[in-house]
């Protein structure tokens, strides 16, 4: 992901948690004077905390339940499909398995997020 948006050259600023703990501490540490993410792009495979324990703990809590999450992962099961919407995921995308499919998804996604949506902006520039 982080070379395909590299590639694609799109303008944003991505920062990257290695499991599911680390997402919820990141996310806990900027709720509490910095810049929240405007997108969470979450995969449902992470050590120490999964995907949907992540999403649980990010809609529990008043100061994140805002934030636009696209589960971004590499199951197509309709059972984790079914789960992700139940627990008020906002998109569902499975990961392509190309370096050309990612940086195409990652330009679809951008156009979608940051240039359709209309997004909760979570800190006054």
């Given amino acids: 992901m982080e070379a395909a948006l590299e590639l694609a050259a799109?303008?944003?600023?991505?920062?990257?948690?290695?499991?599911?703990?680390?997402?919820?501490?990141?996310?806990?540490?900027?709720?509490?004077?910095?810049?929240?993410?405007?997108?969470?792009?979450?995969?449902?495979?992470?050590?120490?905390?999964?995907?949907?324990?992540?999403?649980?703990?990010?809609?529990?809590?008043p100061a994140l339940a805002h934030l636009p999450v696209v589960v971004f992962t590499t199951s197509t099961a309709p059972?984790?499909?079914?789960?992700?919407?139940?627990?008020?995921?906002?998109?569902?995308?499975s990961k392509p398995v190309t370096l050309t499919g990612f940086m195409q998804l990652m330009e679809r996604l951008g156009a979608y997020w940051f240039g359709t949506a209309s997004l909760p902006r979570t800190y006054h520039p």
């Fill in 79 to 93: 059972e984790d499909v079914k789960r992700a919407y139940a627990l008020n995921a906002n998109s569902y995308v």
């Fill in 10 to 61: 799109m303008p944003v600023v991505m920062t990257v948690a290695r499991d599911g703990r680390e997402v919820v501490d990141q996310l806990d540490e900027l709720k509490d004077g910095g810049r929240l993410p405007d997108l969470v792009l979450l995969d449902l495979n992470m050590p120490r905390m999964n995907g949907f324990e992540v999403l649980t703990a990010i809609r529990r809590d």
